[in-house]
């Protein structure tokens, strides 16, 4: 499976995972009452029904709609079945544009794209309809993200510190809400003045403007990935023959996608993205004291430009007889001279991102000991 392969997997099953997260039944119901024309025909087409919307509908109907008085629950599932079934005749018709939906009028008004959906039910569907029109006001006025909420909690911040960070609950929020309705005025006046002045852009946006426009462009890169040179306490460990997955997909997190050039053979080796590890018994040339029980370890798989990632390293050994296709690289005998010319192909062939640090020189990642002790702990 090569790259592109694994990212559609991959995201297909995070999505897949996440979906019942980013669709909550308010998002739902909104989704089937926006009265905008394009949405309205999306959610019409049969290939885009969800049965879960209906669901959805049913459930806050059931929450919102009904009197919180009706306690008897076969006069509560009554007054339900009723209120659903008439919310689904007021849909059919909110959908096709009959009775009291079908003067052509505020279908104009939803075209814009500046209208506002609860805003837009309030004039036309809450007085003409029984259900459709009071639910819509109510899923369509909630907001939808998370961004709201990030903005008040700054605006709490910025009151609840230092002295006055044992303000009482009431006295914060007063604060809170008054220091957030001034900013948004103070944003909403200067963005308007911007815009009547025609500018675009601010000062801010051309601080590097001179670098830009030369021929010389330094920029500093951010470092993504940091790759330790030398082995780490946590990787001192050995197994049985079952091995262990998640110590072999912190391995591979860390060997993965590496390039070096084998000082025996000449030849450019990496190691695959993923999976870059093998569970193997430890031979007698190792130097490792074998545990009693244990005297399993991981090996990294190096593999040259011949090697077949859609098949395994025996089917590769069968394949490619003449040549060898790849090599195991144990993190103790091997490990100096692996890490030596790990190091010297980035530092002949830098990658923008990449820092190979060496045992001693990451400051910002703690020394070897702490790392070794900081291992110890997580396996006691």
């Excluded at 008439?86 to 544009?97: A, G, V, Y």
């Excluded at 005025?185 to 675009?200: F, H, I, P, Y």
Aim: with cysteine.
């Amino acid at each position: 499976m090569d790259d592109v392969a694994k990212l559609k997997y991959w995201s297909k099953h995070h999505y897949r995972h996440y979906r019942p997260l980013l669709l909550p039944d308010h998002v739902r119901v909104s989704y089937l009452l926006c009265p905008h024309p394009t949405v309205i025909e999306h959610a019409k087409n049969p290939a885009n029904r969800d049965p879960e919307d209906r669901r959805a509908c049913e459930r806050l109907i059931k929450k919102l709609m009904v009197p919180v008085e009706v306690v008897d629950r076969a006069e509560r599932e009554i007054l339900e079945a009723h209120l659903i079934d008439t919310f689904l005749s007021e849909l059919r018709d909110f959908q096709n544009r009959l009775g009291p939906f079908a003067s052509s009028h505020p279908w104009i008004i939803a075209r814009n794209e500046d209208v506002v959906a609860h805003e837009w039910h309030e004039k036309y569907s809450l007085l003409e309809t029984k259900v459709l029109g009071a639910l819509a006001c109510r899923v369509t006025s909630k907001a939808k993200g998370v961004g709201c909420a990030e903005r008040h909690w700054k605006a709490t911040k910025r009151h609840k510190k230092g002295k006055r960070g044992k303000l009482g609950s009431e006295v914060t929020k007063k604060l809170s809400t008054i220091s957030a309705a001034y900013s948004y005025e103070l944003s909403a006046v200067r963005r308007a003045t911007a815009q009547r002045a025609g500018k675009l852009w601010e000062d801010d946006d051309f601080e590097n403007y001179n670098n830009f426009c030369s021929k010389n462009l330094t920029t500093s890169t951010r470092v993504t990935r940091i790759f330790r040179a030398w082995e780490e306490g946590w990787e001192k460990v050995q197994f049985d023959s079952l091995g262990d997955e998640k110590f072999a997909a912190r391995m591979s997190a860390k060997y993965e996608g590496l390039k070096w050039i084998d000082v025996d053979s000449k030849r450019e080796m990496h190691t695959a993205m993923g999976d870059c590890v093998v569970l193997k018994k430890l031979g007698k040339e190792t130097e490792r004291k074998r545990e009693k029980g244990k005297g399993w370890g991981y090996f990294i798989l190096g593999l040259y430009e011949n090697y077949d990632e859609t098949k395994s390293h025996h089917e590769n050994e069968q394949s490619n007889s003449d040549i060898s296709s790849y090599d195991f690289f144990e993190m103790c005998n091997d490990a100096s001279d692996f890490y030596y010319m790990v190091t010297e192909f980035y530092k002949a062939n830098p990658v923008p991102g990449f820092r190979v640090c060496e045992k001693g020189e990451c400051d910002s990642l703690g020394s070897a000991e702490d790392e070794i002790s900081n291992s110890e702990e997580e396996s006691n």
